[in-house]
Every structure is written in C-alpha cells, then in structure tokens.
C-alpha cells in the first residue's frame, strides 16, 4: 500500500518556467518530508526538507510547500534550468528513522 | 562529504545463489538503509540499522538478511537468489538525533538469471 504518492510520473518543462512538481501522502502521522533528485546511474541526492510544523521552507532555487490538511507536498523550481533534469522522489517519515519515498517524478527542462 | 560506496555497480548471479552487497559510509553515521528501486513502485525500504549489530524489518525483508558488525559497513544478503530479486539496490546511511537526510551510494544493478 503506498503511503506516498506522486502521481505524474513525468513532466517537461521550458528553461526559465517554473517546475511543480506534486506529492500526496496519506499517514496524517507523517512529522517530516524530503524532496531527492536522481540523475541514472547515480544514487538520489538529498534536495529539500520540511517539518510538519511549517508549511513552507525555500532553499535559493527550490522551494517546499506543505499542506497538513490536504495531505499534500509541492516542490517548486523556479527558474528551471536544463541540469535540474532528473528523478525527483519525495519522502515521508513519522517518528524513527523509517521513510517512505513516493515512485518518483521524472523532470525535462527543455533548452 | 558524505561518502556511502557500495561494492558493485553491477552484478549478475543465478538462481539459488547466495549474494551479498556490501555498503561502507565514512562519515561515522549511526543509521543504514537498504532499499530496492523498481519501475513504478519508486524506492522500498527492505532493512535498516541504528547501531552496530541492531536491525529492524522495513517493508520487504523476506528473502533479505543484513549483518551490521562495524558502524561502517551494512550488508545485504540474498540467501538464496530468485528472478523476482532483480533490481536496484541502493544503500544510503544518516545521522541520528533530528538528522534524518540520507545520503545514498550509486547503487548495484543485480540481475538474477
């Protein structure tokens, strides 16, 4: 049963746009959520976090968005760039170390 | 940086045998993971480590067994490899106490024949 879900699993985008890209989870005990990005061959890379106390944290270019009522995660990337081009999976935890990671969003910034 | 290596990029076994990924991290993490990747079912936690020598079920153990004998190291052992064990698998290790990004190695690409 998958707890965290991302249910577009691409989007393209042109260079300059912003990139939103979505994720719903469905354990309202879920405390903490992170945003990765995978590029192939290589291992995901943290990107972004956010306490559930907060519903919004910004980080240069990235920015998260929590909705507790919706059960909802949004990151947003704005300006797009062509090296943002990757797998983003977003993760969900409740207390302890266990996350739960959604299948994942595949982004093209187009040049 | 945060280094987590794991001990192949690629690797191909056949059914029956018994397979171990190795994963070292040099940062001193208390916390390990294993995870499979699969197509449309995104990254599925099979075992976790908080200390040396501990280990807690995630969500698909069967067929998996971990061993923690150094903070270090993590390994994954497939007892006895089937088809249906072909994936990614993907290391990754935290700190503890409120630290919870992980930080993952490349992964090995096992194929079981």
């Known amino acids: 049963d998958q707890q965290v879900k991302q249910n577009s699993p691409s989007l393209s985008v042109q260079e300059g746009r912003i990139s939103i890209l979505n994720c719903d989870y469905t354990?309202?005990?879920?405390?903490?959520f992170l945003w990765y990005k995978k590029y192939p061959a290589e291992g995901p890379t943290f990107l972004i976090s956010?306490?559930?106390?907060?519903d919004k944290n910004e980080d240069g270019r990235f920015t998260v968005f929590l909705n507790k009522s919706a059960k909802h995660l949004s990151l947003h990337i704005v300006p797009s760039q062509p090296g943002d081009s990757a797998v983003y999976f977003c993760?969900?935890?409740?207390?302890?170390?266990?996350?739960?990671f959604g299948t994942g969003t595949s982004l093209t910034v187009i040049p | 940086d945060v280094k987590v290596t794991q001990s192949s990029r690629y690797l191909v076994k056949r059914t029956g045998e018994k397979v171990f990924l190795e994963c070292v991290q040099d940062?001193?993490?208390?916390?390990m993971f294993w995870y499979r990747q699969d197509p449309g079912l995104g990254l599925r936690l099979i075992y976790f480590?908080?200390?040396?020598?501990?280990?807690e079920k995630g969500d698909i153990p069967e067929g998996y067994s971990v061993s923690r004998e150094k903070k270090e190291r993590f390994s994954l052992i497939l007892e006895s490899a089937s088809t249906n064990q072909t994936s990614m698998y993907l290391c990754?290790?935290?700190?503890?106490?409120?630290?919870?990004?992980?930080?993952f190695g490349p992964g090995t690409r096992l194929t079981v024949t």
């Open positions: 956010i306490s559930s106390i907060k």
């Open positions: 990754a290790s935290s700190l503890s106490h409120g630290f919870y990004e992980q930080y």
């Open positions: 993760a969900s935890k409740r207390t302890g170390n266990q996350f739960y």
């Open positions: 940062m001193d993490h208390e916390n």
């Open positions: 480590s908080y200390d040396v020598k501990m280990k």
């Open positions: 354990n309202s005990m879920f405390d903490y």
